[in-house]
């Protein structure tokens, strides 16, 4: 019998990952059950324009990553964030093999977007790595929340 092909879709509405219908939580829906974020003090509003910010900014670089992005009509808000992933990528010799990319842990039962995964190459360090591209300030969530994208990452690569 063949191999039974899963489709994992994500509801912009809900911001819900599915998996042939059943719901999966999220690296970020994991991490608040866990405690290690909160965001309930914020303002929603406030929340809902860094979102959107994010958004954008995903989309600029990964646009600018495909050659199709123009960069004549970029708000220069997001220029200026757009410039930053252009220095680092020049800083640290990165070249994306993928981008943005939804997957699910086939053991742990959880989903996430992958920003970027490729090569970088320094004189300290040649090798693959992950990239979780941020908008907003360091938080002290964000080294495990890359190193769950990174283990759902290489979930997707075993057979």
Request: net charge negative; proline share 3%.
């Amino acid at each position: 019998m063949g191999k039974t092909e899963m489709e994992l879709v994500f509801n912009d509405e809900t911001l819900t990952y599915s998996l042939n219908g059943i719901v999966l939580p999220s690296v970020t829906q994991v991490l608040k059950a866990a405690g290690l974020i909160n965001l309930d003090f914020i303002d929603k509003n406030l929340l809902a324009a860094k979102a959107d910010l994010g958004k954008k900014v995903h989309t600029a670089t990964e646009l600018y990553d495909d050659n199709t992005l123009m960069l004549d009509n970029l708000d220069p808000v997001l220029n200026n964030y757009l410039m930053q992933w252009v220095k680092f990528k020049i800083d640290f010799g990165f070249e994306p093999t993928d981008s943005e990319v939804m997957l699910h842990h086939k053991l742990f039962r959880y989903a996430g977007r992958i920003d970027r995964a490729g090569w970088i190459s320094t004189r300290q360090f040649t090798g693959k790595v992950l990239i979780d591209i941020k908008s907003g300030a360091k938080h002290h969530s964000h080294a495990i929340q890359t190193a769950a994208y990174m283990e759902l990452y290489n979930s997707d690569k075993k057979p």
